[in-house]
């Protein structure tokens, strides 16, 4: 059964970095496409950034995230650098079956992570 896992949550200075993992197991990764999500507070959820063959990204984040993953160790990595307190959400990774990714909706995926909070603030 897949199961995913985020650490790298924390807290950090406005314009300070952070890198989230979502190790994901029971399956090979190289077969799923994953997608980083957040949710602050009273907001709805927002699709971050996703790889599968390509990979996208949301437009508050574009230019400053970065989606990685390694295969070998079944991990998805985002880079989060020049963060802002707006940025402060809980993150969640998830994942899907297939070669396609999505941002924009969340319908896609049907494997969810716990979450990892970012709390960016002076």
């Known amino acids: 059964q897949l199961q995913l896992v985020e650490s790298g949550g924390g807290l950090v200075q406005p314009g300070g970095s952070l890198r989230l993992s979502c190790q994901v197991s029971g399956v090979t990764l190289a077969y799923y496409a994953v997608g980083w999500f957040r949710q602050a507070p009273g907001r709805e959820r927002e699709g971050v950034s996703c790889?599968?063959?390509?990979?996208f990204y949301g437009d508050s984040v574009k230019g400053r995230f970065t989606i990685s993953r390694d295969n070998a160790k079944n991990t998805v990595y985002l880079q989060m650098n020049s963060l802002k307190p707006e940025d402060t959400a809980v993150y969640y990774c998830?994942?899907?079956?297939?070669?396609?990714?999505?941002?924009?909706?969340?319908?896609?995926?049907?494997?969810w992570g716990q979450g990892t909070q970012v709390t960016v603030s002076s």
């Open positions: 998830a994942a899907v079956q297939g070669k396609g990714c999505s941002v924009v909706t969340d319908v896609i995926y049907n494997y």
């Open positions: 790889s599968a063959d390509e990979s």
